[in-house]
């Protein structure tokens, strides 16, 4: 009973949230990042919200580099990523280590 009064609020959160880029990149973070970032927090908290606009620049250079090393992240920085970079910086910003803001469901 009471994980079902969890998730109610946390689904509750989640469509409360006024940017619809924030939850995609949310979900998207949750299953390209935090095999390797841990969750949502810890992941955003990599960076303050500055911090974030600098890595998603030019294209998201900066993260795209940072990532050519590791055998398992570069198929995705080299592919589907560069779709899903909005939402991601979307998420990662409004959450970044300055925010003040905490993401309601990991
Ligand atoms: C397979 C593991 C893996 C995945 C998946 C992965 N990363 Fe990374 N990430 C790394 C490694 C390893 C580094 C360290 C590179 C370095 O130190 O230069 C790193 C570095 C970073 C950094 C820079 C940290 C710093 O202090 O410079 C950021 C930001 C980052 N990753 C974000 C992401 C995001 C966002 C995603 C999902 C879109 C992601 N990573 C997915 C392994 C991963």
Avoid at 9 to 23: E, F, I, K, R, Y
Avoid at 58 to 85: E, R, S, V
């Amino acid at each position: 009973m009471k994980k079902l009064l969890f998730l109610g609020a946390c689904a509750a959160v989640l469509a409360m949230s006024a940017n619809a880029g924030v939850d995609k990149g949310q979900k998207l973070y949750l299953k390209a990042c935090k095999s390797c970032h841990g969750n949502g927090v810890k992941g955003a908290a990599m960076n303050t919200q500055a911090g974030w606009d600098k890595a998603f620049a030019n294209g998201a250079k900066t993260l795209i580099d940072k990532h050519q090393k590791d055998p398992k992240a570069a198929p995705y920085f080299n592919g589907a990523f560069k779709g899903h970079a909005g939402d991601l910086h979307d998420f990662l910003k409004e959450y970044g280590s300055d925010s003040g803001n905490v993401p309601a469901c990991g």
